[in-house]
């Protein structure tokens, strides 16, 4: 079955600066990959995907570049605000929908 | 954005009973409803996969009998956590997709279970 992998566990970052999360996936026919934004004792929140025919795409501050032949997509947050603490998963999708994620990235933006 | 209610988003039980978690999607139907569980600062760990009509797909290490799903319609799944001891506490979560082929999940807001 897939796995994702997600790196780093825990990013602490100053504020406007920019900050990288990492993951790679197994299972080749995956084809959509969703970035979730999850606070403390809530939902997970959609915040950008990319889908498989696609290589990057931008939502103002926020982006994601895939790399299918590596099977590695990273989230990126520039000019990163207090606001934007929280964890943050990577997930990866098969055909079949089911939505695997990645162990969650934490992290902290320093004002 | 569509929209998936989950229900109850707080249970707290003995040892030994049954408790019932609620999934619907309000405007949309689906065909398909995922479970998951989220220890504290942990992944999503999908469950099981609900399909409206036929029975539940369990992902491996996942106990069929302990977790029970009926997905009766095609806007309401439930999870049953049964004989439910207190390694079954547990962040629940449910999620769905607007349609086929359309990738996007919707996740209901949670249900915190602590079993006592």
């Known amino acids: 079955g897939e796995n994702v992998e997600q790196h780093p566990s825990t990013l602490s970052v100053q504020e406007g600066d920019s900050a990288v999360i990492k993951c790679t996936y197994s299972?080749?026919?995956?084809?959509?990959f969703p970035w979730y934004k999850q606070e403390l004792g809530k939902r997970p929140q959609l915040i950008i995907d990319?889908?498989?025919?696609?290589g990057e795409k931008k939502d103002q501050r926020i982006a994601v570049t895939l790399n299918k032949t590596a099977k590695h997509f990273s989230l990126h947050i520039t000019e990163t605000q207090p606001e934007d603490s929280a964890v943050y998963f990577c997930a990866a999708t098969t055909g079949g929908f089911k939505t695997i994620f990645g162990a969650g990235t934490r992290l902290f933006v320093k004002a | 954005g569509a929209v998936v209610s989950q229900h109850p988003s707080r249970v707290i039980c003995k040892s030994g009973t049954s408790v019932k978690i609620e999934c619907r999607s309000l405007d949309f139907q689906a065909t398909t409803m995922f479970w998951y569980r989220q220890f504290p600062k942990q992944s999503l760990m999908l469950m099981a996969t609900s399909n409206e009509g036929s029975k539940a797909t369990y992902e491996q290490g996942v106990e069929k009998d302990k977790f029970l799903i009926n997905h009766a319609s095609l806007t309401l799944s439930t999870l049953t956590v049964t004989s439910a001891h207190p390694e079954d506490s547990s962040f629940y979560i449910c999620s769905a997709r607007v349609r086929q082929g359309y990738a996007e999940a919707f996740f209901g807001q949670g249900t915190r279970l602590t079993v006592v």
């Open positions: 990319i889908r498989s025919n696609v």
């Open positions: 299972d080749s026919a995956s084809n959509y």
